[in-house]
């Protein structure tokens, strides 16, 4: 019923990694025991960032470097403080991911959408991050079965 979801305050997230539809952990942003989650649409950021794939277990990273890169594709979806609050736990923010504002270029046709959609969102980011990630190759859509061959495994070392 989205008229009881749009009841309350809800944010848009932007997500480019392992929680897009098809990706390894996009089953949390369809668990509502977590949270509310709704898919509003596809999008591109307005901005080029160097979406890389990092450390051993080949994460997915946005490094904050606005004009670095590529214009990054992901999705926008409209999420519940509780879903919100779990994201930030699950990315580590703020200790490892920020999660700053992103502008964003609605990619889906539906003119209603992106009429009322405030291209905007936030984004998981990575401000600190090692100097050779730089040097890394940039993807403006992250797949982890893509043709890098870096495929996604969860960090399962105890800390």
């Known amino acids: 019923n989205m008229s009881v979801l749009f009841a309350f305050h809800m944010h848009h997230v932007f997500v480019y990694g392992t929680l897009k539809k098809g990706q390894p952990n996009h089953s949390i942003i369809n668990n509502r025991t977590i949270g509310q989650a709704e898919f509003l649409a596809h999008a591109r950021t307005v901005e080029r960032y160097p979406l890389v794939i990092a450390?051993?277990?080949?994460?997915?990273?946005l490094l904050n470097v606005p004009g670095t890169g590529?214009?990054?594709?992901?999705?926008?979806?409209?999420?519940d403080q509780k879903m919100l609050d779990f994201l930030d736990e699950f990315e580590e923010c703020p200790e490892l991911y920020?999660?700053?504002?992103?502008?964003?270029?609605?990619?889906?046709g539906d003119g209603d959408v992106e009429n009322t959609l405030k291209p905007e969102a936030f984004l998981y980011s990575r401000n600190k991050y090692e100097p050779e990630w730089l040097q890394k190759p940039t993807y403006e859509n992250y797949d982890t079965n893509g043709d890098h061959g870096l495929?996604?495994?969860?960090?399962?070392s105890p800390e």
């Open 70 to 79: 590529q214009r990054v594709h992901g999705e926008i979806y409209s999420v």
């Open 55 to 61: 450390t051993k277990n080949n994460y997915p990273f």
């Open 98 to 108: 920020q999660r700053t504002k992103v502008r964003l270029e609605v990619q889906d």
């Open 151 to 156: 495929q996604y495994h969860e960090d399962t």
